[in-house]
């Protein structure tokens, strides 16, 4: 079983700043890219940032505007996520998320990476709260 471990999260003042990390562990898994969600209660998951392995592309929502920075390493799976001048509506959990190498997708390498549901493997969440 593929775990994602989530850490980084916590309390932090509007313009301040956070490092989200997230591992994956257990049985060994090969992935295609990993991002990041997030999640108010009342509302569907969001997406926050994403990269794809093969080329390391990242794309990011649109209400990043430049804040925050997506990283990571496709030989540990690992992922993680800069976040820089947080507003208190950055307020969420946060989830990592991975997609296998062996789904296949109707793009080739390249899959909908804003999309919940095109993820196969998910953290348990790590909450960022930010205070005025």
């Known amino acids: 079983q593929v775990q994602l471990i989530e850490s980084g999260g916590g309390l932090v003042q509007a313009g301040g700043s956070l490092r989200l990390s997230c591992a994956a562990s257990?049985?060994?898994?090969?992935?295609?890219?990993m991002g990041w969600f997030r999640q108010v209660p009342g509302k569907e998951r969001e997406f926050v940032a994403g990269i794809i392995w093969s080329d390391g592309n990242t794309y990011y929502g649109d209400f990043v505007k430049g804040r925050f920075t997506i990283s990571g390493d496709n030989a540990k799976n690992t992922v993680h996520l800069q976040m820089n001048s947080l507003k208190p509506e950055d307020t969420a959990v946060y989830y990592c998320?991975?997609?296998?190498?062996?789904?296949?997708?109707?793009?080739?390498?390249?899959?909908?990476?804003?999309?919940?549901?095109?993820?196969?493997?998910w953290g348990q969440g790590t909450q960022v709260t930010v205070s005025l």
């Open positions: 998320a991975a997609r296998a190498l062996s789904r296949k997708s109707a793009f080739g390498t390249y899959y909908p990476i804003s999309v919940a549901n095109e993820y196969d493997y």
């Open positions: 257990g049985r060994t898994v090969s992935t295609r890219g």
